[in-house]
T-cell receptor, first 112, second 112 residues
Framework: KAGVTQTPRYLIKTRGQQVTLSCSPI?????VSWYQQTPGQGLQFLFE???????NKGNFPGRFSGRQFSNSRSEMNVSTLELGDSALYLC???????????FGPGTRLLVL | GENVEQHPSTLSVQEGDSAVIKCTYS??????FPWYKQELGKGPQLIID???NVGEKKDQRIAVTLNKTAKHFSLHITETQPEDSAVYFC???????????WGAGTKLIIKP
């Protein structure tokens, strides 16, 4: 099976812009979680989607949003970008009834 | 809510020696404990996991132990090699919300 894929891998934006990141889970997986990772920091949970519904949400401002499509692909959007949004954004997929999260390679976002 | 503490934040060991990373969790209902390894520029990869009905699990040079009474679990790496250098994350979850709670990570440095 193909692993979790994320696009784009690298992105440069300027303050105030918005950005959309995409994640394709492992075939058959219906849950997708998103994380933000800043240099030297751990994994900060953004949100989790299951069957097109947001099931869990972390403590991030409303500028961070996401959605999931019927084919389980997910997107996250960050509006009005700030310098502090520069980070590696990771998505992970989980199989139905499973607990193990499988991560993609991440999208590295740089906000100038 | 659930909290996972991970220690140490940085661990430097001589090649060939053993490394031990420890995590404690707060929610006694936690029943799934994975460990992930993140190499530079990559997403975290599952290396071993344990469930609450098991006290120890081994996979070649890697082992995880769980003490439910004390609410802590540990990762043991024996005969360390240069390729073990990475950041290691522990996590815990319950059956109730499918969300992994993450430790802050340990940077493992293997000295030649």
């Amino acid at each position: 099976k193909a692993g979790v894929t994320q696009t784009p891998r690298y992105l440069i934006k300027t303050r105030g812009q918005q950005v959309t990141l995409s994640c394709s889970p492992i075939s058959g997986h219906r849950s997708v979680s998103w994380y933000q990772q800043t240099p030297g920091q751990g994994l900060q949970f953004l949100f989790e989607y299951f069957s097109e519904t947001q099931r869990n949400k972390g403590n991030f401002p409303g500028r961070f949003s996401g959605r999931q499509f019927s084919n389980s692909r997910s997107e996250m959007n960050v509006s009005t970008l700030e310098l502090g949004d520069s980070a590696l954004y990771l998505c992970a997929s989980t199989s139905l009834g499973g607990e193990t999260q499988y991560f993609g390679p991440g999208t590295r976002l740089l906000v100038l | 809510g659930e909290n996972v503490e991970q220690h140490p934040s940085t661990l430097s060991v001589q090649e060939g020696d053993s490394a031990v990373i420890k995590c404690t969790y707060s929610d006694s209902a936690s029943n799934y404990f994975p460990w992930y390894k993140q190499e530079l520029g990559k997403g975290p990869q599952l290396i071993i996991d344990i469930r609450s009905n098991v006290g120890e699990k081994k996979d070649q040079r890697i082992a995880v132990t769980l003490n439910k009474t004390a609410k802590h679990f540990s990762l043991h790496i024996t005969e360390t090699q240069p390729e073990d250098s990475a950041v290691y994350f522990c996590a815990a979850s319950t059956n109730s919300n499918y969300q992994l709670i993450w430790g802050a990570g340990t940077k493992l440095i293997i000295k030649p």
